[in-house]
């Protein structure tokens, strides 16, 4: 998880001086690590390979995060669920339709990411849990609990479906939370505890999450 996020970090920084070092792990045997260096590499070419015309027509990202992939140019959901589902494209090209439907934002929009839940790129399913987690729908509760129940799942993939169910902060989350935050994989339980403080300030009055702000004036 540590080296995915680095390389997601070095791509999201976006400097042509990484590539060398991105292209090396690409072909790292821990396939998260080579899928999600592959994708640096992919941004980074698309960073400075994009023109004016296709920048200008991508739709605003209401989140303000620095994604692995930009959003698609298409806005058809249906066209962009067959893209996000079908594992023979590029894994760029589906993390485009994934952005894409993110920025959508309407429920069939977020069913449609639902559904990538269950592909079979552990990194393309904890993206999709990432991403649902920044829409904060109710929509995608059921399939996010069934990933986090799965004991078979992948840590990193149960860590981002607890994190999203701490951010959706409703009722039926906080049963699955409390239940996994005892869970024998530490990174599953410690996402557990952590969302279970999301939820809380979710449900709070407090305007800083875990009162840093408040406690900084208080003193």
């Given at each position: 998880?540590?080296?995915?996020?680095?390389?997601?970090?070095l791509?999201?920084?976006?400097?042509?001086?990484?590539?060398?070092?991105l292209?090396?792990?690409?072909?790292?045997?821990q396939?998260?690590?080579?899928?999600?260096?592959?994708?640096?590499?992919?941004?980074?070419?698309?960073l400075r390979?994009?023109?004016?015309?296709?920048?200008?027509?991508?739709?605003?990202?209401?989140y303000k995060?620095?994604?692995?992939?930009?959003?698609?140019?298409?806005?058809?959901?249906?066209?962009?669920?067959?893209?996000?589902?079908d594992?023979?494209?590029e894994l760029?090209?589906?993390?485009?339709?994934?952005?894409?439907?993110?920025?959508?934002?309407?429920?069939?929009?977020?069913?449609?990411?639902?559904?990538?839940?269950?592909?079979?790129?552990a990194?393309?399913?904890?993206?999709?849990?990432?991403?649902l987690?920044?829409?904060?729908?109710?929509?995608?509760?059921?399939?996010?609990?069934e990933?986090?129940?799965?004991l078979n799942?992948?840590?990193?993939?149960?860590h981002?479906?607890?994190?999203?169910?701490?951010?959706?902060?409703?009722d039926q989350?906080?049963?699955?939370l409390e239940k996994?935050?005892?869970?024998?994989?530490?990174?599953?339980?410690?996402?557990?505890?952590v969302?279970?403080?999301?939820?809380?300030?979710e449900?709070?009055?407090?305007?800083?999450?875990?009162?840093?702000?408040?406690?900084i004036?208080?003193?």
């Amino acid at each position: 998880m540590v080296r995915h996020e680095a390389g997601e970090a070095l791509g999201a920084i976006g400097s042509a001086e990484v590539l060398d070092v991105l292209r090396e792990f690409a072909d790292d045997p821990q396939i998260e690590v080579a899928e999600t260096c592959q994708l640096a590499v992919q941004r980074i070419e698309w960073l400075r390979a994009k023109s004016s015309k296709e920048n200008g027509q991508l739709s605003s990202n209401p989140y303000k995060s620095v994604d692995p992939a930009p959003p698609s140019l298409t806005l058809d959901t249906n066209t962009l669920q067959n893209t996000l589902l079908d594992e023979s494209c590029e894994l760029f090209d589906r993390y485009r339709a994934m952005f894409s439907l993110r920025n959508k934002g309407d429920t069939e929009s977020v069913q449609a990411l639902a559904k990538g839940l269950k592909c079979s790129s552990a990194l393309f399913r904890h993206e999709i849990a990432y991403v649902l987690g920044q829409m904060q729908h109710e929509a995608a509760i059921p399939q996010l609990i069934e990933n986090l129940e799965d004991l078979n799942e992948n840590p990193m993939v149960r860590h981002e479906c607890a994190e999203a169910l701490g951010s959706i902060a409703k009722d039926q989350c906080l049963t699955a939370l409390e239940k996994y935050s005892k869970d024998q994989e530490r990174v599953v339980k410690e996402s557990c505890v952590v969302a279970l403080d999301m939820y809380d300030h979710e449900h709070s009055s407090e305007f800083q999450y875990a009162d840093s702000l408040v406690k900084i004036s208080e003193q």
